[in-house]
Structure formats: structure tokens, C-alpha cells
């Protein structure tokens, strides 16, 4: 029997990654061709261009030539230090090697991470949920819902999913130190890698709970006695700190990434005051307000339904730093965060047959009007 069930488990393997690579050819042919009916052009460069826009400019120019000394402009004081160097860096080193076009190689990267991403995703469904489909609706949402297109542009997206996937998995199988070497490598990726410190607090915190019996005293002597436990939290903040280092030495500035977003006239204005601007002071709510209720009420679903508050934890933190100046970038942020696309799964599952297509359907068409709206550089979309 063991040797049957490893012939089923390796059999399912292949057949997850197969799925998960025509859903991706598919999902990417169907951008180029929306991209051909809406701009009348079979020229696959200029979709390449369009595809990599806004801060892609940025991650190219760290691409080339890496980090400046000084500001890339002079007069608005906007440099590239503001974005953490692991993925940029990866392209740079790989276009060193290969010379193929950068648009070219970090797209095709990106959706190499976002097959990676999927990959895993199933895998802590099925450890999480043991449930299959659902793991496959996950891998549908991935691939042709909304914001997909980011996971193949020159963006942090994938490669921060991947890996914050793979820390979840990580986690939730115990294995530590692994889970703390993908949080390092998470914090290395996008500042916000680093609160996943608390995601690893929380899950602890919650695991010991459901011993019998326990105490605060108990609490403290188990985790200090956990030596993979600490060690692998205690690696989570390694990427980030390792950036302050570069920068000090770089720049003389160890907060250089934070300071120059004043560069940017991005104000701290809370986010009680920007929610409440968005919410109130215009009927009806705009598209940024409308895609914060949502991740709201998934998280809510997440946290108070399911009860896993771990899930929950990081994109509460990234949702309430995104939103402390505007909620421009959380749609984004949520697609990209792992464990909001998989509150939604976990709605879409309870669904019946009919609903369910007819989400699929929905989270298709938005996916092209997504698609459409980044092709023509909408702002909305950064």
C-alpha cells in the first residue's frame, strides 16, 4: 500500500503542475490577445513594454546598474533606494549572464514564481484545509483573477508571494529553520516581509493555547526550550536589517528606503482619516474603497469563521501601513499576500456549483478590465 500511495502522491504532483502550467500559458495568452484587440498591434515587444510600467522603470534601473550613491533625480529627490533589492538584484546578476531583454526576463520570471507560488499554495491548502479543490480554485484565482497580471511584470509580486507562501507552509509543517530562511529572504523582498515576526508569534501563541493545562510560565519555558523555534524567528528580520546595513554603508543612511518616500509626497495621514475620506465623503465609494471593504470582510471571514487568526495577522499589518496615506496600492497588496486569496477560497468552496462558475467568470472579466486598465496606465491600477 505505502508504495501505491507514493505512486498516487507523485501522480498527483505532476498533474498539479501541469494544471498549474496551462493555466498560466492560458491565463498569459489571454492577456497578449486583449492586448491585440485593445491596441490593435500583434507587436509583442510593445506588449512587453506596456506590461512593465511605473515602478517597473524603477526595478529595471536597479536591473542595470544597481544602487545609486545619490538620488536618480535630483529635483523631486526620488531614488530607488526605496525598493528592497532581492528581486531586482536576481534580474540584475541573471541579465549579467544571459543579456536577454530585461522586460523579457523578469516577466518571464515573475510567472515562473507565480507557478512556483501556486505550486505551494496547494500544497498548504490540502495541509491546512485537506481539501483539493479548493486548492485548485486557489490555483484558477492565481492565475485569471483579479491583479494576475502583476505576478508577470517587472514586480516584486511573485517572488514576495512565493516566498510568503512557502513561510506559511513552513510554519505550519514546524519546520522552523526553513520557514525562517524564506522570511529572510521575504524581508529582503519588501519591507513588510518583516512583520511576519508576528505571524509566527501569533501561530505559536495559538498552538500552545490548545494544550491542556497551560501557563504563562509554561508558555515562556517551551519557547525558549524551541532552539529551531527562535532561531528561525530570529532569521524572519535578517533580509530586512541586511538592506539597513547596505544602505548605511551606500548612502550613509541605514533608513534611506523610509526617508525618501517623502520623495514620493506621501503624507502619514492615518488610517482612521483615509478610510473615512474614502468611505464618506463620496457617493458611491470609489474603486480603492470598494477593494478595502472586501479585504476587510475576507479578513474578518478569516479571523472570526475560520479562526485562523495566524492567516490574518500580515495582511491586517500591511493593510493598515498601506492605508495610513492613501488606499491606492492595497488592492494590490492583498492580491499579493497569500492568505487574502485564500479567505476567498475559503468563501467560494461553501459556494454552490452555479456560484461558484459564476465567481469564476466575474474574477475573469475583472481580471481583463484590470488588464485593459494597466495597458492604457491607469493610475487606479498602481
Wanted: glycine share 8%.
Amino acid at each position: 500500500m505505502t508504495g501505491w500511495n507514493k505512486g498516487k502522491t507523485k501522480n498527483d504532483t505532476v498533474y498539479i503542475i501541469v494544471l498549474i502550467l496551462i493555466s498560466l500559458l492560458l491565463s498569459r495568452a489571454f492577456m497578449y490577445f486583449w492586448f491585440v484587440y485593445d491596441q490593435k498591434s500583434w507587436d509583442f515587444n510593445l506588449f512587453m513594454q506596456k506590461m512593465n510600467i511605473w515602478d517597473a522603470g524603477w526595478y529595471r534601473a536597479i536591473g542595470m546598474d544597481l544602487y545609486p550613491d545619490h538620488a536618480n533625480d535630483p529635483v523631486t529627490g526620488q531614488a530607488a533606494w526605496a525598493f528592497f533589492p532581492l528581486y531586482p538584484v536576481v534580474v540584475h546578476y541573471l541579465y549579467v549572464v544571459t543579456k536577454i531583454d530585461m522586460n523579457y526576463l523578469a516577466s518571464f520570471l515573475s510567472t515562473l514564481l507565480l507557478g512556483m507560488a501556486e505550486f505551494m499554495g496547494y500544497q498548504y491548502i490540502k495541509m491546512t484545509r485537506n481539501d483539493s479543490r479548493q486548492g485548485l480554485g486557489y490555483i484558477y484565482f492565481m492565475s485569471f483573477g483579479v491583479y494576475s497580471f502583476y505576478f508577470s511584470s517587472f514586480y516584486t509580486e511573485a517572488l514576495y508571494l512565493f516566498l510568503l507562501t512557502c513561510a506559511f507552509y513552513f510554519m505550519q509543517k514546524e519546520e522552523y529553520l526553513k520557514m525562517g530562511m524564506a522570511g529572510a529572504l521575504l524581508s529582503l523582498t519588501r519591507n513588510t516581509g518583516i512583520f511576519f515576526c508576528f505571524v509566527i508569534l501569533v501561530f505559536w501563541i495559538k498552538k500552545y493555547c490548545k494544550q491542556p493545562g497551560g501557563s504563562i510560565g509554561g508558555f515562556m519555558k517551551e519557547t525558549v526550550c524551541n532552539y529551531r523555534l527562535i532561531a528561525g524567528t530570529m532569521l524572519v528580520p535578517l533580509g530586512f536589517f541586511s538592506y539597513m546595513v547596505y544602505l548605511k554603508y551606500k548612502v550613509g543612511d541605514a533608513f534611506a528606503f523610509l526617508h525618501v518616500q517623502k520623495a514620493w509626497w506621501r503624507q502619514d495621514l492615518g488610517t482612521v482619516k483615509v478610510v473615512a475620506g474614502e468611505l464618506l465623503d463620496q457617493f458611491p465609494p470609489g474603486y480603492h474603497a470598494v477593494c478595502f471593504l472586501i479585504s476587510v470582510f475576507l479578513l474578518v471571514s478569516l479571523i472570526l469563521k475560520h479562526r485562523r487568526l495566524e492567516e490574518a495577522t500580515l495582511p491586517v499589518i500591511t493593510l493598515l501601513m498601506a492605508s495610513s496615506s492613501s488606499l491606492g496600492s492595497t488592492p494590490r497588496y492583498m492580491a499579493g499576500s497569500f492568505t487574502v486569496v485564500l479567505a476567498l477560497t475559503d468563501e467560494w468552496k461553501g459556494c454552490s456549483g452555479i456560484n461558484k462558475i459564476l465567481i469564476c467568470i466575474l474574477l475573469f472579466v475583472l481580471e481583463l478590465i484590470c488588464v485593459n486598465g494597466w495597458l492604457n496606465g491607469s493610475v487606479a491600477l498602481i
